[in-house]
């Protein structure tokens, strides 16, 4: 696709798209033209997505890179790996993600320390490295997928609230130090989506209702909804775009 949206030639790395949003987040990137780089934790489970995919581009287009993102040496590797075997880095997308729901007094620090790690301290690391090279060649955009609750709580998912609020005002540090250098960093927050993952709160008549009535869109969100925001967030169309964080949820934010 050419043009002000037009993401022919450049590489583009989503983190977690071996499958769910991820997976479509890439998908749209790759229908936008930019070459892809698919990543996952799980080595089989990303081979086999990476496969899929290929088969509906051209040959080169699709790519795959595994590692784990809260690992700093690991993370480093990767984003060099994309350097020198698919091409410079111009477009990451930090979404992998996780959740642990428990009540806060029963929270064990571990799993606090592990959805941080995945959530939050994965953009930092994988972010520097992918600055490094972005900041060289003068361009860059890195997108942060945040959540609803990046700006809302609700109980028992305290350190995903922690941790999605945290990564908006990573995103405007990476913004106070990156953007001189050339480099958008913007960040996307979904709203409920719609998923095989959320199938059973969409079943849940009580759950779905609520999240109608609280939506002022009356319905939910599809990964569909939020293709476009990515790639308006890693195209031209938003070179004064910085800092930012986009709620893609209906309106939910904005009620109460
Ligand atoms: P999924 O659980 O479907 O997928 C998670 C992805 O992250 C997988 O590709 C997984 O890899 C990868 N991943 C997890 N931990 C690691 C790790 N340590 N190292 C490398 N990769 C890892 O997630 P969703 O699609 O539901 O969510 C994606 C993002 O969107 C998350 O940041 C989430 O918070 C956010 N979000 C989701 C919403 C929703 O309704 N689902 C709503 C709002 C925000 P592997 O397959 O190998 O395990």
């Keep these: 696709m050419s043009g002000l949206f037009g993401l022919d030639g450049r590489v ?32 089989e489970r990303l081979a086999a997505s990476a496969a899929e995919m290929a088969a509906d581009f051209p040959a080169g287009r699709i790519h795959s890179c595994a590692f784990d993102i809260t690992d700093a040496a690991a993370a480093a590797d990767g984003v060099r790996w994309v ?37 939050l301290t994965s953009a930092f690391l994988v972010g520097r490295e992918a600055a490094r090279s972005m900041i060289d060649r003068g361009r860059g955009k890195i997108i942060n997928i945040c959540s609803v609750q990046t700006d809302l709580a609700r109980p028992t998912i305290a350190p995903y609230i922690a941790a999605k609020g945290g990564l908006r005002n990573l995103t405007r540090a990476m913004t ?9 960093i913007n ?4 709203g409920y989506i719609h998923t095989e993952m959320t199938q059973n709160l969409v079943d849940d008549v009580d759950f779905n209702s609520w999240i109608l009535g609280r939506t002022p869109a009356r319905r939910w969100g599809t990964v569909a909804d939020l293709i476009g925001p990515v790639v308006w967030l890693a195209s031209d169309a938003s070179n004064f775009v910085n800092g930012q964080t986009i709620f893609v949820d209906g309106g939910m934010t904005v009620v109460v």
């Design 12 to 43: 583009a790395m989503v983190t977690g798209s071996s499958r769910g949003i991820g997976n479509a987040l890439a998908r749209g990137l790759a229908d936008a033209g930019a070459t892809v780089v698919l990543h996952g934790a799980n080595p």
């Design 176 to 184: 106070a130090e990156w953007a001189a250098s050339g480099l958008q």
């Design 83 to 119: 350097g020198e075997n698919v091409g410079e880095l111009e477009i990451l997308v930090n979404n992998a993600g996780i959740q642990h729901r428990v009540p806060m007094l029963d929270l064990d620090v571990k799993d606090w320390d592990r959805v941080l790690a995945t959530d």
């Design 187 to 190: 960040g996307i927050a979904p």
